[in-house]
């Protein structure tokens, strides 16, 4: 009794102890409130790279013998599609046909780039070849005009398209109209249910990343002129080009995506570019989150089916953090390192409970012999100012785990008015590509942190407790 | 009811020992006011100190109710210090930051668990209510020590040390920080208290006036009793 009781009042009898109090609150509000802002920063950036991935990709190898005899299992997406759209777990499927190629206003002389590996690399971009099943996302308004435009379709055989295979679109919609699709206002709608050998006669058209567009000073209905290196199967490597219509800019939050992607469709890239194979890879959607399981289950579907060479080749089938594994493992250790550096603040206010019961110690030293005398055992007395640390924990850690929480569900209005008053730009939304400041909170992260408070708080106490509880008696009753 | 044999106490004072108790042998018996007077530096207080476990002696027993006190653990001797023995001391020795009522139920606190402790609140309330109430001080509860008077504060220890009802009662110079009419009052009072309740009692003093209204004296010198009231006079 006399433990929680004493301890009580000692710690609202000295306002030392406030020093304590007003250590952990800090440490645990600011810890809170910057996990928070991180974690939210970092979820953007993750959910940015996510938005164009699908959950498994399929990246069959293509080998060629020593007597030039090519091995390879899948020259066409078809039979892996028709394979992975019987399997329940897959919720979409897509092949897709990546290649790079320099982009220029039309009428610009490519050859003139190649001497200058500076303006080459300016200009090199990632055209992508995708499949959509045009008609039946016409049904979407927002996305309707663009997709027409782009004329790009997939085989009615298969229902599944780029789309569906990617969080590409849930990246293009539904973040507060901010992102999205931008459609040249005049752009003819291309008759969708025409076949691609009637619109061949016309400019293909492409979709450009909204960064790229402001790089080139491009608009929806403008043309574009793509060249890139093809190799013949015949003759050498040579320059092709080909002109594109803009049909529409997109924006997402992937810097990469928005300032390097051009989408078109897959079979007018595979034409333009005369590759072996019309796709490069196959997206995989899965349902649930386990993509480990799936991509596992995949790869050995695949390899029954001899559609990919085999366990020897480790990385024809993949999951999406797999292909981003340094990027991810990057961003785990920014908010790792954050954590450990805010901890040091919570190890300043640790310091601060030991110092100031360290004097409480050596003053109430008469009241421990008192105690003492009285029939407190030195395990009482150790518990009693370990209680000190006790009562400074909890109350620096609720009032700060309500003010960190607080201050993360309001950082917006916080900003604003910080801005106001110091007259800086504090958050400039231009450079993070979000208007608002991301900030998820965590329970669990509040959990740990709230539990840190306590345990450094105990353990800096504890040394200053474990003197109190060793001290003799009669040595502190002669002590005034 | 407290018997100690041959206490040897000595205490290092830089690379030498100074021995303050040359094995000290003392009874009290049940009901007993001892009055252990001596000059300063005779050995009174430490020797009220290991009879009241507080200070561990290097050599001798403390029998207390039939065992040897310090074989005790130290949760049983701390126990033995809360239940069996009352202490008042000198320098009063209240805690500041709890009033009046607050420190008289001290060692409640100290024995009880919070559960306990809650269930009975109101009985150890009552309890030291009229503890401070038969020492005058019935409009003093909520004062702390720091706004009472040395008399009152010592009041207020008596108190205290006779919360539990304990057998012993180990006074340790009780009046020598009060004026003499306060000393007397007092005194008069812990006399009183030792005499309805039949405790046993220490009395350290170096006051012969005060040692003389006690049942038996017994004097120290250099460490050692030299005489016993109780006891016939060396010829």
Known sequence: ??????????????????????????????????????TGFLEEQRRAIRGTLSDVIIRPERIVGPNGMVIDPAPFPEPILELLLADPRVRGAAPQLQWAALISEKGIDFSTL????????????????????????????????????????????????????????????????????????????????TGREERALRTPAC????????????????????????????SEPKLNNRDFVVSGLFKTEANDVDSKRIYVDRFELADFIGTFRSYS????????????????AIETRLDEENLILGPTYANEVLTWEDTNRPLLGAIENERMLMAIMLSLVLIVAGFTIFATLSMMVTEKRRDIGILSALGATPSGILSMFLMIAFWDALIGALLGGAIGVLAAFRIDAIERWLSAILGVQI??????????????????????????????????????????ARLDPLTALRYE | ????????????????????????????????????????????????????LLDRPQEGEVIIDGADAWKLSVQERANARNKKIGFVFQMYHLLPELNAVENVMLPAMIAESRLVFGSKRK????????????????????????????????????????????????????????????????????????????????????????????????LMEDGQIQADSSLPMPA
């Open chain 1, 1 to 38: 009794m006399f433990r929680s009781f004493l301890s009580w009042r000692y710690l609202i009898s000295r306002r030392s102890n406030l020093v304590g109090i007003g250590g952990i609150l800090l440490g645990v509000g600011a810890m809170i409130l910057i996990l928070s802002i991180m």
């Open chain 1, 114 to 193: 190649f001497s200058s590996p500076a303006a080459a690399e300016n200009v090199t971009k990632e055209i992508v070849g995708i499949d959509l099943r045009t008609d039946l996302r016409l049904v979407e308004p927002a996305l309707s005009a663009a997709l027409a435009s782009i004329g790009a379709f997939a085989p009615r055989y298969l229902v599944q398209d780029e789309l569906d295979a990617t969080g590409f679109l849930e990246s293009l919609t539904g973040r507060d109209g901010e992102l999205g699709w931008t459609i040249a206002p005049r752009m003819p709608l291309f008759p969708f249910e």
């Open chain 1, 207 to 234: 979709i450009v990343g909204e960064k790229l567009g402001r790089q080139f000073g491009i608009s929806p209905g403008d043309t574009i002129q793509l060249a890139t290196l093809v190799f013949p199967p015949d």
């Open chain 1, 281 to 296: 890879q196959i997206l995989v959607r899965i349902e649930g989150d386990d993509h480990v399981a799936a991509r596992a």
């Open chain 1, 427 to 468: 958050f400039d939304r231009d450079v993070y590509l979000f208007t608002h400041i991301p900030t998820i909170v965590q329970p669990l992260s509040v959990a740990s942190i709230v539990g840190g408070a306590f345990l450094i708080a105990h353990i800096f106490a504890a040394i200053p407790a474990w003197r109190a």
């Open chain 2, 1 to 52: 009811m407290l018997r100690a044999r041959k206490i040897r106490k000595s205490f290092g004072l830089g690379d030498r020992s100074l021995e303050i108790l040359h094995g000290v042998n003392l009874e009290l018996k049940s009901g007993e006011l001892l009055a252990l007077v001596g000059a300063s530096g005779a050995g009174k207080s430490t020797l009220l100190h290991v009879l009241g």
């Open chain 2, 123 to 218: 009985q150890h309330h009552e309890r030291a209510a009229i503890l401070l109430e038969r020492f005058g001080l019935s409009n003093r509860f909520k004062h702390r020590p720091g706004q009472l008077s040395g008399g009152e504060r010592q009041r207020v220890a008596m108190a205290r040390g006779l919360f539990h009802d304990p057998t012993i009662l180990l006074a340790d110079e009780p009046t020598g920080n009060l004026d003499t009419a306060t000393g007397e009052r007092v005194l008069e009072l812990l006399f009183e208290e030792q005499s309805r309740r039949g405790l046993s009692m220490i009395l350290v003093t170096h006051d012969m006036r005060i040692a003389k209204k006690c049942q038996r004296v017994m």
